[in-house]
């Protein structure tokens, strides 16, 4: 470490330990869009039954869903549609969902009380602060994460959620075995997936061509993803799961 590393590295330091503000980059940019009155509805319904909050701290699945079935966590569910078609689809798993979006989050429980859902509960917040404070380590059946923001422009590459340090978090949630599911229709994000995953110690990719799988059938396909086949557009699919 050089000597200017070393100051900055120690004034960030301090300055945490001091209780101030350190600005991290984030992979969102938050919209304060306006919520349809049946979001607002549906939240202030449901929240009770429904929603996860950060300040509540580490969650006991077994507790929360009153059983102990095998847990899926979806990180940036945007309008919900497909969490809530899978959680639909198979009621003998959880769903904890995470997306900051508020009026995501309102569509999300609002199609979740029309589909009679009961096995799937949500936070509105950001998805890398539920999994350092909420998400005990070794607990996950599934991480997925469909379509994160591609951040397409160079420089905004370090917004892009998937890292080397995030895929290593993941690790830590999933249980062995558990299995790391990522898309995007975006190749050089899908490279960098990659890349990221095959760096990363004790993930073994389920890939047979050691690259990308097949949509597997327990991902809805979107209407968005629909169109764009249709168009020839590419999209990318990795899993892998954890090693012991
Ligand atoms: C491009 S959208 C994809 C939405 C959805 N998965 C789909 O396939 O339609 C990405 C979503 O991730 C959410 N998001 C980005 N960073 C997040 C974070 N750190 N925590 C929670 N949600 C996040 C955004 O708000 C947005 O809704």
């Not at 950060?54 to 869903?65: C, N, R, W």
């Amino acid at each position: 470490m050089t000597e200017k590393n070393e100051k900055t590295h120690k004034t960030i330091e301090q300055a945490e330990q001091e209780g101030k503000y350190i600005r991290k980059v984030r992979s969102f940019v938050k919209r304060e869009g306006r919520l349809t009155n049946n979001q607002e509805r549906a939240i202030n319904d449901h929240w009770q039954t429904m929603g996860l909050n950060h300040s509540d701290g580490v969650i006991d699945a077994p507790t929360l869903f009153a059983n102990e079935n095998p847990v899926v966590l979806e990180i940036g569910f945007g309008m919900g549609k497909s969490l809530v078609e899978m959680a639909k689809a198979a009621p003998e798993l959880n769903f904890i969902g995470i997306e900051v979006h508020k009026p995501g989050v309102g569509a999300c429980i609002s199609s979740a009380v029309e589909e009679s859902v009961s096995n799937l509960k949500v936070y509105e917040h950001d998805a890398i602060e539920i999994l350092a404070d909420c998400i005990p380590d070794d607990t996950l059946t599934t991480v997925q994460l469909f379509f994160p923001d591609p951040w397409h422009k160079k420089k905004h590459h370090k917004r892009r959620i998937v890292s080397a340090e995030f895929v290593e978090t993941i690790r830590q949630k999933l249980k062995v075995g558990g299995v790391f599911h990522m898309a995007t229709d975006w190749e050089n994000y899908a490279e960098c997936m990659l890349e990221d995953m095959q760096s990363a110690p004790c993930y073994n990719n389920l890939s047979e061509s050691n690259d990308y799988v097949p949509r597997p059938d327990s991902r809805p396909l979107t209407k968005f993803e629909n169109r764009g086949q249709n168009l020839g557009h590419g999209v990318w699919d990795l899993q892998f799961a954890k090693k012991a």
